[in-house]
């Protein structure tokens, strides 16, 4: 594993069932329940997994900013208003074929989402 490389996030959860079902059906994430009890998740591509924690404060006000790439922003924004999410900042265009924009999960965290055009 290459030194440096973020692998693993833990995401404030309100409720994690729903925090979990959030995230399954906008970006296809997998969940497991660990041996210890917690429910896990890795990401798409299986490059970084975590966990959802309760008791801690989550995320409403960006700092460390989390971006998900996603082959489409507007598509996902649909997913992410039809689970429970809510929109914090629309598309903006960022180049040719480049979009981002930001949303708040069901737990209030902000995340951003983007495409970029890969040649």
Known sequence: MPDGEV???QIPATDVEVSAGFYET????STRTNTNGERAFDDA????SGTWVLGRTAARE??????VM???VEATLGKIA???GEIVSPIARQGEGEAIATFRDPAGNV????HENRR
């Open 7 to 9: 692998r693993y996030l």
């Open 26 to 29: 906008v970006f296809g994430w």
């Open 45 to 48: 591509n299986g490059n970084v």
């Open 62 to 67: 960006p700092g460390v900013l989390v971006w």
């Open 70 to 72: 996603v082959d489409d």
């Open 82 to 84: 039809m689970a429970g």
């Open 111 to 114: 995340l951003g989402i983007f």
